[in-house]
């Protein structure tokens, strides 16, 4: 087993030894990502909390029921043509061929037209949960992932039916959940044990600080597995790493990590940048306007939704017809005088307030 590591800052012209760059890991607007990170976010910072109580209280008064952030969700902003071009552009920069891997949160819709489909995959782990990020999976066969739910052995058995499918837990030490540090990486150790064998990789994420992908190379090492790169791009930054490979196609790509176990991993250069003003660089991207929309939803409220509890869908937008609340206002100005001006000080005083937030 080789796992490679290398740093673009540092070895600039490290890619003329490979054939290809590989992205893996990015979202389209078909991505459903969670609001439930929102509740676990604010009970951190009591101003923020009070107002969110609030709010749920308008939202009651105003819907007759209770507001349930595991009901709502948002959606990037970039299509799967977009992120393709994106991803691609920055691996051909570097002279490579691009291969591009969509993994939209339990969506396969950016794959209809194609012939492998990528997703990830959540998998319920007691307290907490795990990403799993599945690559390459025929189009015909890929709808039946999404039937597994919480059978994680079932989901195992079946995907290794597949020899050119890769199987990479993603950002397997972020407790996003907030079980504590201990009990997640306790779970996923529990995985890990019982799935080993169907388990490719450990995704090294691009939007995680480097502690934790470090901590993520040592479990990779006392689990026999590689480390591979996973960039979990939400807006329109391109992925902060990739895999460079000297395989031509997909199938010499899984060879080499799946059956050889060998990985080269490089950190582009926007992930050198600090981690907090990534973060909300690119909330920014998310957030901002975006005319061109591949389904016309400009604002920002009009690429969230909530599922109310007669079972209709409807953006947050149609829920505030008098406009955004004023905290959001407020952020959301904060965020447009950084891009306009390009003094970053607001986003460096925002970075206090959101911490871990997710982009």
């Not at 907030?178 to 009990?183: E, I, N, S, V």
């Not at 890990?192 to 190379?217: Q, S, Y």
Request: charged share 20%; aromatic share 10%.
């Amino acid at each position: 087993m080789t796992s490679q590591l290398y740093f673009h800052w540092k070895q600039p012209r490290i890619a003329e030894g490979f054939a290809t760059g590989v992205s893996l890991h990015g979202h389209t607007l078909h991505s459903q990502e969670s609001l439930a990170f929102i509740p676990r976010f604010v009970k951190h910072m009591p101003a923020l909390e009070r107002e969110m109580h609030r709010l749920k209280a308008v939202f009651q008064k105003a819907n007759g029921y209770p507001l349930n952030f595991n009901n709502g969700w948002w959606t990037p902003p970039i299509s799967a043509a977009g992120a393709v071009r994106l991803e691609s552009k920055q691996i051909e920069e570097l002279g490579l061929a691009p291969i591009v891997s969509i993994t939209d949160h339990d969506n396969l819709d950016a794959h209809r037209m194609s012939e492998t489909a990528s997703v990830e995959l959540t998998v319920p782990l007691g307290s907490t949960f795990l990403h799993l990020g599945i690559h390459g999976l025929p189009v015909a066969k890929a709808d039946e992932v999404l039937n597994y739910g919480s059978h994680s052995a079932a989901l195992m058995g079946w995907l290794s039916r597949f020899p050119e499918v890769l199987v990479v837990v993603n950002h397997p030490l972020w407790d996003e959940a907030d079980a504590g540090t201990a009990r997640h990486r306790a779970a996923v150790e529990r995985f890990l044990a019982m799935h080993t064998r169907a388990i490719h990789a450990l995704e090294l994420n691009g939007l995680r600080p480097w502690k934790e992908n470090h901590a993520v190379v040592q479990m990779a090492e006392a689990w026999g597995l590689p480390v591979i790169s996973g960039g979990d791009r939400h807006g329109i930054e391109p992925n902060a790493n990739i895999n460079l490979t000297r395989a031509a196609n997909w199938n010499g790509f899984v060879e080499e990590i799946r059956y050889r176990r060998e990985s080269h991993v490089l950190f582009m250069p926007q992930y050198r940048r600090p981690f907090r003003l990534r973060i909300l660089s690119n909330l920014i991207d998310i957030l901002q306007d975006h005319p061109a929309h591949a389904f016309g939803w400009k604002r920002w409220s009009e690429r969230a939704f909530y599922r109310t509890p007669d079972g209709d869908v409807r953006s947050l937008a149609a829920f505030w017809t008098d406009g955004e609340p004023g905290v959001i206002r407020a952020f959301l100005l904060a965020l447009q005088m950084a891009r306009t001006t390009g003094n970053f000080v607001p986003i460096r005083m925002a970075s206090n307030l959101l911490q871990e937030c997710r982009p």
